[in-house]
């Protein structure tokens, strides 16, 4: 069993054993009675169909309820160009065992275009295969690239600083313009400037966040796995489909109320229809618990209405561009001749 399917279970699983062997399972539809503990699962994205795989593999009656007319959330392969691209999530970074995805993508010999052999998030990922253009449409040396890189990861170092000497936090921008203060020899001109601006740009991209609000304290304390970063050459669709193979998955079921009972809960969808069960687990998208489209009854205690509210959301936008005969008469001569071959596939984030 994949990793990430296993520590669910390990945890999550043993954890809602303990709550419900006190309970008599009430089964998952209106009115059909269950043998074994009862668990609706709502929200069909990678976390709540993991976790209705996990539960479905422990032996729990599981159905999962899902908004939308398709599953996966931000996981969503377009095969409209006639090969699989991803709009949402597209990378596995950290190609290694110790990430729980990387089995079972192996189990499946789904194929990875290695885009990076390295393990950092910012400088050097993918770095290998941009080519810079001024706004005159010029190239910029790749050595004032790698220049102003090393500057970069310079100004990352003097930011660590600015942390360690405030309790408070701050954003990340902030604390630039402090290190830019005290450290002019990092200070970049013209056409450096433009390319450190870049490599700003790159970091927001990474958040899916303006540099005014990426937390200095927060922004470098996720776990980065080792293995390098691998793009899905065939999409994540295939994984999404293997972990909702055999689950009894109601698209189109908009949750509006969930209640909170002494025996189980009480889940109501928009046309009305209710499902109980002995348990719930919410894997809804936090902007779906931001907007308040769910009722909870009980209220949510304050404590976690209020971290609900406090946490933030990152937006990144990506289109997808196919050019061929448009490109063919302005591209120099080696490019063409790639063009003729297959076209090509721009993919623009913002």
Known sequence: ???????????????LRLVLHVLVASGCTESKKSPSPSVIVIGGGFAGIAAANALHEASFQVVVLESRDRIGGRVHTNYSFGFPVDMGASWLHGVCEENPLAPLIGRLGLPLYRTSGDNSVLYDHDLESYALFDTDGKQV?????????????????????VRQENSEDMSILKAFLI???????LRQEGLAH???QWYLCRMEGWFAADADTISLKSWDQEELLPGGHGLMVRGYRPVINTLAKGLDIRLGHRVTKITRRYNGVKVTVEDGRIFVADAAVIAVP????????????????EWKEAAIADLGIGIENKAILSLFTCLLAVLPSTLRRCLIKKPLILLLHS
């Open 141 to 161: 040396p790749p050595e004032v690239v790698t220049k102003v890189g090393e500057a970069f990861e310079s100004i990352l170092a003097e930011t660590d600083k």
């Open 194 to 196: 433009n390319v450190l």
């Open 1 to 15: 069993m994949d990793k990430m399917i296993a520590q669910f279970s390990d945890i999550y699983v043993q954890y």
């Open 286 to 301: 936090l902007g779906v618990m931001k907007a308040k489209h769910i009722e909870f009854e009980p209220k949510l205690p």
């Open 179 to 185: 290190v830019m203060e005290r450290r002019p020899d």
